[in-house]
Every structure is written in structure tokens, then in C-alpha cells.
């Protein structure tokens, strides 16, 4: 499974940007998708969750009323809405996704993309 990441980019303080993560491949289903984010010198960290079946969600705290995860499942894609966002959510952030083809289990990563909040 492929994913492509893109809306990355550098906004002020206050600002808002959205994230996008398709995933491509041959036969396969999603079971969930995760945003994470890695910020220089720190750990690779779980922003939100989506469940594909039921569309259950999840977030970190530090996010918490100020993202939003969502799904488009006739294009398999996800999108992150990122809103009121403050100069400690800059990192790269990177799409993930759990997939079955068969009785296989898959994790998948995107490349990542930037995005800076100045101050």
C-alpha cells in the first residue's frame, strides 16, 4: 500500500492548514489510519486515529479540540484539519495506515510532510 501525504506547509500562529493522505494498492482494506508527527529531537508521536469500520476517533490531548481526523472512503483518504495551531505543533507530520489483503496485516507509511508554525 501506497500513501501519498500532501498540505503541509508554514502558517502563523492562529492559523489553520489540512493535511491529506491517500492510500493506493492492489486489493487490500483498511482497518485504520493514524497521523503522527515528529517534531526535531523528539519522538515520533500519535496525533489522531481514525477506525475505518464505524468511524471511531482518537486524539492526543495536545491536540484535543483543536484537530480534526476524518475519512473519505470512496477515495481511500484521510484528512486532518488542524485549526488555533500554535508554534509546538511544527514537526513532520506522517500518514499511517493498517491494512489486511487476505489474512495479512500491513503497516504503512507516507513520506511525510512539513509544517511550521511561526510565532
Known amino acids: 500500500v501506497e500513501l501519498v501525504e500532501s498540505g503541509g506547509g508554514l502558517v502563523q500562529a492562529g492559523g489553520s492548514l489540512r493535511l491529506s493522505c491517500g492510500a493506493s494498492?492492489?486489493?487490500?482494506?483498511?482497518?485504520?489510519m493514524n497521523w503522527y508527527r515528529q517534531a526535531p529531537g523528539k519522538e515520533r508521536e500519535l496525533v489522531a486515529t481514525?477506525?475505518?469500520?464505524?468511524?471511531?476517533?482518537n486524539y492526543a490531548d495536545s491536540v484535543k479540540g483543536r484537530f480534526t481526523i476524518s475519512r473519505d472512503n470512496a477515495k481511500n483518504t484521510i484528512y486532518l484539519q488542524m485549526n488555533s495551531l500554535k508554534p509546538e505543533d511544527t514537526a513532520v507530520y506522517y500518514c499511517n495506515a493498517i491494512t489486511a489483503f487476505r489474512a495479512t496485516m500491513s503497516n504503512s507509511w507516507g513520506q511525510g510532510t512539513q509544517v511550521t508554525v511561526s510565532s
Open positions: 481514525i477506525i475505518w469500520s464505524g468511524g471511531y476517533t
Open positions: 494498492g492492489n486489493d487490500f482494506s483498511i482497518m485504520g
